[in-house]
DNA sequence: GTATATTTGCAACACAGTCGCAAATATTAT
DNA sequence: ATAATATTTGCGACTGTGTTGCAAATATAC
């Protein structure tokens, strides 16, 4: 199992909450909120419990997560390291990583610094134009 | 007086709890919540008709609100129409425009169309560094 | 100044996210 | 495998953000 590897990789205990998780992020393209997560977990699965998990995968850098500019938080796994952008979709809703797309070029004005990111561009995605 | 102009060109009644966060908004440079209105604000106010102010003005063009990646939604004032950045210092927790750096120019996949975008650098600000 | 439309304050509510603590589960050592 | 220890889970309670219904207050139009 897929999922099993990359908790060992990160030194985190096997659980099955944790394995179930990971599994429907790895399946999955578009990002995640703890709603959606719970609703398609086949376990059982407390909310606190998937607020936690899914901090300790973005502390471990497993996942990241995604803000949303009307919503609840999304998480999906991090698969660049870069700083990319993420598209939300107003027809269908779905939140995703554009990785093809990297902004690390953005010329801040003098004396200001940059340690993160967060880009959201909203329209209509592929499927729904 | 500058807000009464405003309020008057968007054909919004001119109430004082307009005018007062109206003038508020105008003399700042930063992004506010509606807590931080709450309390630089001279006259009272309940939170509720903050919030439907503050609606009011992003519907009308007047603010936009500010996504923030880790607190409550944060208001300006529009100054300039197209996509801008916004940037946050860590450091001061403070939340500003920068008009200078416009991302118009973002090409998205084939099939892709965008109608918003929210840019949100997280870094140390001038002052801070 | 009066009538009508809009806005306000209050209270209640919905929802996202966090935390303490005891019970359950996982890991480690024997 | 079993016992001891460390970690995680579920539950409940809680905080904070933002919204809404409704009656009272205020603004606008006449």
Redesign the pocket.
Same mark, same amino acid.
């Given at each position: 199992m897929k999922a099993i590897s990359i908790l060992e990789h990160h030194q985190? %205990?096997?659980? +099955? %909450?944790?394995m179930e998780i990971l599994e429907l992020l790895l399946n999955k393209n578009v990002a995640l %909120? +703890? @709603?959606e997560i719970k609703d398609e977990l086949s376990? @059982?699965?407390? !909310?606190?419990?998937?607020? !936690?998990?899914l901090?300790?995968f973005v502390k471990s850098g497993i996942a990241h997560s995604i803000i949303n500019n009307d919503?609840?938080?999304k998480y999906v796994i991090k698969k660049a390291p870069e700083d990319h952008v993420h598209f939300k979709c107003q027809v269908c809703g779905h939140i995703m990583c554009l990785p093809q797309i990297i902004i690390d070029k953005i010329e801040l004005p003098d004396g200001f610094t940059r340690t993160e990111s967060n880009f959201l561009v909203i329209g209509t995605c592929k499927n729904c134009n």
């Open positions: 985190l %205990s096997r659980t +099955e %909450s944790r %909120s +703890e @709603k376990i @059982k699965c407390d !909310r606190a419990t998937i607020y !936690r998990t901090n300790t919503g609840p938080l």
